[in-house]
T-cell receptor
């Protein structure tokens, strides 16, 4: 079955620690995205990537970093600079044609210890 | 100009009733308007989408109504069922160069369908 796999499902971060969230897709999609979801605020775009080795900042990129070394993978690192990291993080991808629907993974819930 | 405003924030509907969720946008360059359904602990899933060249699109019990002049679009769920209880997000995007389509999301509507 094609889809997007996010891991882990739950993650805990200590103060001052960087953590990395995994996102893998086997849909052969070029574009991939990371969103942050907070209660009552909808989904906000953190970073997106159109092709391998290229990525762009979204609306709330501060305190986050990404890499895109393989088409299938788009990991997100939540750095210690992100002072309010507690949220539900969602990864998405879409096919290469413009304005195609985005497919989402089932998210990672990050909490602070 | 990038905002998409969604209302209501929450909605309680009796089984068999009609659920209506509304969204409004400012950016006239938006040309793709999807609705997503999200269950607790899951990612959003595409429910139905519309482009501005049509005023209505229906898929089963779900209908999008689109009013280009008013810059509004709405989701109607006919014969609402308890299994429809979820959070619904409207979104909008406009064409950009390349493959990425940046979606702007509404803030979500939590729907509860009671027996």
């Amino acid at each position: 079955d094609g889809g997007i796999t996010q891991s882990p499902k739950y993650l805990f971060r200590k103060e001052g620690q960087n953590v990395t969230l995994s996102c893998e897709q086997n849909l052969n999609h070029d574009a991939m995205y990371w969103y942050r979801q907070d209660p009552g605020q909808g989904l906000r775009l953190i970073y997106y990537s159109q092709i391998v080795n290229d990525f762009q900042k979204g609306d709330i990129a501060e305190g986050y970093s990404v890499s895109r070394e393989k088409k299938e993978s788009f990991p997100l690192t939540v750095t210690s600079a992100q002072k309010n990291p507690t949220a539900f993080y969602l990864c998405a991808s879409n096919p290469p044609q413009g304005n195609q629907p985005q497919h989402f993974g089932d998210g990672t819930r990050l909490s602070i210890l | 100009q990038q905002q998409v405003k969604q209302s209501p924030q929450s909605l309680i509907v009796q089984k068999g009733g009609i659920s209506i969720i509304n969204c409004a946008y400012e950016n006239t360059a938006f040309d793709y308007f999807p609705w997503y359904q999200q269950f607790p602990g899951k990612g959003p899933a595409l429910l139905i989408a519309i482009r501005p060249d049509v005023s209505e699109k229906k898929e089963g019990r779900f209908t999008i109504s689109f009013n280009k002049s008013a810059k509004q679009f709405s989701l109607h769920i006919m014969d609402s069922q308890p299994g429809d209880s979820a959070t619904y997000f409207c979104a909008a995007s406009y064409p950009r160069g390349g493959t990425a389509s940046k979606l702007t999301f509404g803030t979500g509507t939590r729907l509860q369908v009671t027996l």
